[in-house]
Antibody
């Protein structure tokens, strides 16, 4: 069974940093692109970042470019998102997601809440 | 950037009804169009990928159609468990979601 379990969310002050992690199991992690998607309270879904299966390629939404860094450890089946210079508008549930056919998102974690507030 | 526009933003229908949600892309995306269901308080779930392919385990009352810029998600015989917000997403250039369609039971 595919499982994606996020951790690392919490309350952080504006300008602060936070590192999210996602533990993957039930599939060959090193074979799949992975993504981070966020959802602000009461709002829609927004793609944040992607990383290729071997980590050689990454992309970011304009809103986080230069502040967030995605990485993966295929030996430990772990996906990470380093978030720096956090802003109140980064407040959201962050989902770890697996890429599937047609670059769709076929499995989602349960999400971890990040709150940026003073 | 490719913009995705869904309609309606919300709808109310009776159990057993056929429901159709539309999604329009700001430019051609071939068939790189996916549909997700998000039940209240839950993570999204993939329903349809590649415009019309049913994800494994998804009930056959869900179907998708369309190509280039215009797409539809149809729910045949609406069930109480289909109460959710539905999102379209393009995966042709980067990834963009529509704003969502909230489906309620009348």
């Amino acid at each position: 069974e595919v499982q994606l379990v996020e951790s690392g969310g919490g309350l952080v002050q504006p300008g602060g940093s936070l590192r999210l992690s996602c533990a993957a199991s039930g599939f060959t992690f090193s074979s799949f692109w992975m993504f981070w998607v966020r959802q602000s309270p009461g709002k829609g879904l927004v793609w944040v970042s992607h990383i290729s299966h071997d980590g050689s390629g990454t992309t970011y939404a304009d809103s986080v470019q230069g502040r967030f860094t995605v990485s993966r450890d295929n030996a430990k089946n772990t996906l990470s998102l380093q978030m720096n210079s956090l802003r109140p508008e980064d407040t959201a549930v962050y989902y770890c997601v697996r890429g599937g056919h047609s670059y769709a998102y076929d499995f989602w974690g349960q999400g971890t809440l990040v709150t940026v507030s003073s | 950037d490719i913009q995705m526009t869904q309609s309606p933003s919300s709808l109310s229908a009776s159990v057993g009804d056929r429901v159709t949600i539309t999604c329009r892309a700001s430019q051609s995306i071939n068939t790189y169009l996916n549909w997700y269901q998000q039940r209240p308080g839950k993570a999204p779930k993939l329903l349809i990928y590649g415009a019309s392919s049913l994800q494994s385990g998804v009930p056959s009352r869900f179907s998708g159609a369309g190509s280039r810029t215009d797409f539809t998600l149809t729910i045949n015989r609406l069930q109480p468990e289909d109460i959710a917000t539905y999102y379209c997403q393009q995966s042709y250039i980067s990834w963009t979601f529509g704003q969502g369609t909230k489906v309620e039971i009348k």
